[in-house]
């Protein structure tokens, strides 16, 4: 039987981390030791998605992989980097070279991330990179996820789908132009079902 490469997962609590994690854990080539997220502490929630703190803990609680928390008292770019290198330093003495992202297809970012991990001889796997985000998000759904739209870009969608399910009938509402998996900051999400998980997670925001 084939080692499996360990790895961590990074963890935003959404449907394209949810979607990248299924995906690895469907392949069978990586063994998931962790799923990894930053949490802003004076807020007690998700840097980027603004998902609070236990809501997180109860979806690694229900996937069953242990929840690595990195905590900023800061939203800085200096702050991120720095607190992420002695994660990372602190991931290889556990013989963990490898970090999965869920990123489709910012080319700047995805560079960043590598970027960052080649500054401690790490390297990254992107499972969803390039994939056709119209297809990804219609076949998210079809494989039985359900995700809540928690936060949108107000300048770009109406502010009343806050609260509402990532559905078909979500993606025929969607004006030209906007990515359906909301890759350019559209819109943030919460995976509260699915596959990847041994429950439904109860919820509110």
């Keep these: 039987m084939a080692v499996k490469t360990p790895l961590v997962m990074s963890w935003s609590g959404g449907k394209d981390s949810a979607y990248a994690l299924y995906r690895l854990l469907s392949g069978g080539q990586y063994d998931v030791r962790y799923l990894f997220t930053t949490i802003y502490q004076p807020l007690g929630r998700v840097s980027m998605h603004g998902i609070p703190e236990n809501m997180i803990e109860a979806q690694a609680k229900s996937i069953g992989i242990p929840l690595l928390k990195m905590y900023l008292t800061e939203q800085s770019?200096?702050?991120?980097?720095?607190?992420?290198?002695?994660?990372?330093?602190?991931?290889?003495?556990?013989?963990?070279?490898?970090?999965?992202?869920?990123?489709?297809?910012?080319?700047?970012?995805?560079?960043?991330?590598?970027?960052?991990?080649?500054?401690?001889?790490?390297?990254?796997?992107?499972?969803?990179?390039?994939?056709n985000t119209g297809e990804l998000a219609?076949?998210?759904?079809?494989?039985?996820?359900?995700?809540?739209?928690?936060?949108?870009?107000?300048?770009?969608?109406?502010?009343?789908?806050?609260?509402?399910?990532?559905s078909e009938e979500f993606l025929r509402q969607l004006p030209p132009g906007i990515d359906p998996c909301g890759e350019n900051g559209e819109f943030h999400s919460y995976c509260y079902d699915g596959p990847v998980f041994k429950e439904r997670i109860n919820f509110s925001i």
């Design 138 to 166: 219609r076949q998210f759904i079809r494989d039985g996820f359900k995700t809540h739209l928690c936060s949108i870009n107000a300048e770009l969608l109406d502010q009343t789908l806050v609260g509402c399910d990532f």
């Design 77 to 131: 770019h200096a702050a991120y980097d720095d607190n992420m290198r002695a994660l990372l330093l602190d991931l290889k003495k556990e013989k963990i070279h490898t970090v999965a992202f869920g990123d489709i297809f910012l080319e700047d970012l995805k560079e960043y991330r590598e970027n960052r991990l080649a500054e401690v001889d790490m390297h990254a796997v992107f499972p969803l990179w390039k994939e």
